[in-house]
């Protein structure tokens, strides 16, 4: 576990090396890197990656509801559908709120699609995994607990 | 690079189920070379977008936490069969690709 935690913190600053490069024009970012939420994808706690999505205190709801399994056994792959029942859904985030990096996708709807989302994500270890839903201007969340018997973040 | 991508998007209702399989590594840039213990840079899909007839319907970003070769599934209302969808990604790297498929 130290050495993963070791490898994260390297991570930390070679990410924070590229984020001076491209700050200082060194690196053109391409259009869908601009595009790209960094400072929400690059937090490393639950509270920045909110923060980087914008949202603040968000409302539990029971309205969305997390399919995701109790045990995974290979947190490398831990398949998580969300489904949303609030009306006027626009977007959909999943955080795996221990991984080094909490914030996994965010999903924007448009032009009819429905509050529904179906992914496959990485979990280092035990831990909540969050969605978290805006509609019609407000926040919503809820949480679902899986444990992982071996972790998937490449330690 | 750019490895064929899957797409299955059938009609129940009138809500059409898209099915998305993409190629990617998804290296998140902390994992390590088993063989010569270097890091292995981070790639991975940033951002995914998809649309039927033309018209935006989702606009996914992706971070390290999403599994190797991802897995999207999402539900649109209101197509009918024979709507093409179109499903584009872009990885940290600039890397692209493109697959579409008629809704069945």
């Not at chain 1, 970012?29 to 790209?36: C, I, R, S």
């Not at chain 2, 690079?1 to 299955?8: G, T, Y």
């Not at chain 2, 290296?27 to 270097?38: F, M, S, V």
């Not at chain 2, 790639?43 to 970003?61: E, K, W």
Request: hydrophobic content about 40%; overall charge positive.
């Amino acid at each position: 576990m130290n050495a993963l935690r070791r490898n994260v913190l390297k991570g930390t600053a070679g990410a924070g090396t590229v984020a001076i490069a491209v700050a200082a024009g060194l690196l053109k970012p391409t259009q869908a890197m601009a595009a790209w939420n960094k400072a929400a994808f690059e937090a490393k706690n639950v509270g920045d990656a909110m923060k980087g999505l914008g949202v603040a205190g968000p409302a539990d709801s029971k309205e969305i509801a997390i399919k995701a399994p109790d045990i995974a056994e290979n947190g490398s792959v831990v398949p998580v559908e969300v489904t949303s029942s609030i009306a006027g859904t626009t977007s959909i985030a999943i955080l795996a709120e221990k991984n080094g990096v909490p914030l996994v996708g965010t999903y924007n709807l448009s032009g009819g699609a429905e509050g529904y989302i179906s992914t496959r994500i990485k979990m280092g270890q035990t831990s909540l995994v969050r969605a978290v839903v805006n509609a019609g201007g407000k926040s919503y969340t809820a949480a679902k607990e899986v444990k992982v018997t071996i972790g998937g973040c490449g330690g | 690079m750019a490895e064929p991508m899957r797409i299955r998007a059938t009609m129940a209702g009138d809500v059409a189920d898209v099915k998305v399989l993409m190629n990617h590594p998804m290296e998140t840039g902390l994992r390590k070379d088993a063989k010569t213990g270097q890091l292995v840079p981070a790639h991975f899909i940033q951002d995914v977008t998809a649309t039927i007839n033309g018209a935006a319907v989702l606009n996914a970003d992706f971070g390290t936490g999403i599994s190797k070769n991802p897995y999207l599934g999402f539900k649109v209302k209101g197509p009918k069969k024979g709507d093409k969808v179109v499903v584009n990604w872009v990885d940290n790297k600039g890397d692209k690709n493109s697959a579409e498929a008629t809704i069945g």
